[in-house]
């Protein structure tokens, strides 16, 4: 699958999003990278920034946006069809993205999203 073609599937999963939770989506930027970082080839995606739970009245004062990573190697890998892919990308930007909300992985585990 080409990048752009991927970078359309993670377009579509952040668009699947209820308005009322992207909303809250200011000040972070969705990159989608070809590799994973080289301490965890297999990582599908990652959230670099502070949940919104740990932020207090100062913290945007100067600071950097927010990054959710997700991995087109790595999800490629994994998936047999273009169907697949989607359906990886979807849990993957999800999983992200609550993650910026705040939501760990044991929670997210507990909801099915892991």
């Known amino acids: 699958m080409t990048r752009e073609a991927f970078e359309r599937l993670v377009g579509l999963a952040l668009d699947e999003i209820p308005p009322q939770l992207t909303r809250n989506l200011r000040n972070v930027v969705i990159l989608v990278e070809d590799d994973a970082p080289e301490d965890d080839p ?3 995606g990652l959230y ?18 927010d990054r959710i990573l997700i991995f087109r190697n790595p999800t490629l890998a994994i998936c047999e069809t273009e169907q697949e ?27 099915g999203w892991s």
């Open 42 to 44: 297999d990582l599908l």
């Open 48 to 65: 670099e920034g502070t949940p919104l739970t740990e932020r207090d009245e100062w913290w945007a004062a100067g600071s950097l946006p």
């Open 85 to 111: 892919v989607a359906q990886e990308v979807r849990i993957t930007v999800r999983h992200e993205v609550a993650h910026h909300f705040g939501i760990d992985d044991a929670r997210l585990h507990d909801l």
